[in-house]
């Protein structure tokens, strides 16, 4: 099982502790992969400064491959993160870095290195998005994280993606569940596949487009949790993981009790994140 995370990475700089971690949510479901048993790999740009040499190193460390990444000229993305009562709360980020203003470009041997995945994975914050058509002309599954911000939920933006992509990801803690059902709904009809919403606490929606299949949250006591971060990747990449050993293709989508045993472990997955130091660890003191 082959799994690559393509796009993003970021320093998570916690400013209340006085500490960095590597992350970015294509690093992450990378990282997560791996901890799940997938042979995984990650593909993106790096900058130069002294963040870079320690997200590639802090991903190296985690068994995952990163042999077709470039480092490019530049300032890596950092995004400053305070801790409140366990949740993670974003004060405001430098617009991503190198990753972000000059990202890869797949051309034929980065094709002919993606093909050999089971299933490719981006986000929002990766800039790849004129590179979708590309990956879902090859056989590998295509998942994309739409995050929370509005501005990547309208209409344009989802005509933009959602054709070229098998499973799309929202986090919708902050939205009513009628108006979750419409957005992923909405996912569906605009090309997705599928549409999966993480909902926090009240757990997560999967539309197929006939049904929707419902999954609970794992429950962490309070006293336990270190911090939020990277949990619905963790969720995601648990989620995508089942789907592939469930024989998840193109053209096969799960039986509806395997989706909910898939949802179940991603659950769980998700609340063994909330235990963990930033994304996966390798803090610094800065």
């Known amino acids: 099982m082959k799994m690559l995370g393509f796009g993003d990475n970021i320093i998570d700089r916690f400013v209340d502790r006085r500490v960095i971690y590597p992350g970015g949510n294509c690093v992450n479901f990378a990282v997560y992969a791996r901890q799940l048993g997938a042979d995984a790999s990650y593909l993106g740009v790096f900058g130069s400064d002294d963040y870079g040499r320690l997200l590639r190193d802090s991903i190296l460390a985690q068994g995952v491959a990163v042999e077709q990444c470039v480092t490019r000229s530049g300032e890596s993305g950092v995004s400053d993160i305070r801790v409140e009562a366990g949740e993670r709360v974003f004060e405001g980020w430098n617009g991503g870095g190198v990753t ?163 949802l179940f472990a991603a659950a769980e997955f998700a609340a063994q994140q909330c235990l963990v130091e930033g994304a996966f660890g390798h803090g610094l003191g800065y």
């Open 100 to 262: 972000v203003t000059d990202p890869l470009v797949v051309d034929a041997e980065l094709q002919g290195y993606i093909a050999d995945f089971a299933l490719v994975h981006s986000s929002v914050y990766s800039s790849v998005e004129s590179e979708l058509p590309k990956l879902r002309s090859l056989d590998s599954l295509v998942s994309f994280d739409f995050s929370s911000e509005p501005d990547f939920r309208t209409p344009e933006y989802l005509d933009r993606v959602c054709p070229h992509i098998d499973l799309a990801l929202v986090s919708g803690s902050d939205l009513p569940t009628a108006e979750v059902e419409a957005l992923l709904t909405e996912c569906v009809a605009r090309g997705a596949t599928l549409a999966l919403a993480t909902r926090g606490t009240a757990g997560a929606i999967l539309w197929t487009g006939t049904e929707f299949v419902r999954g609970d949250a794992v429950a962490v006591p309070i006293s336990t949790i270190v911090d939020t971060m990277g949990c619905g990747d963790a969720f995601l990449t648990a989620f995508a993981a089942g789907m592939l050993q469930s024989g998840w293709t193109r053209d096969a989508i799960p039986h509806r009790d395997d989706l909910g045993s898939c």
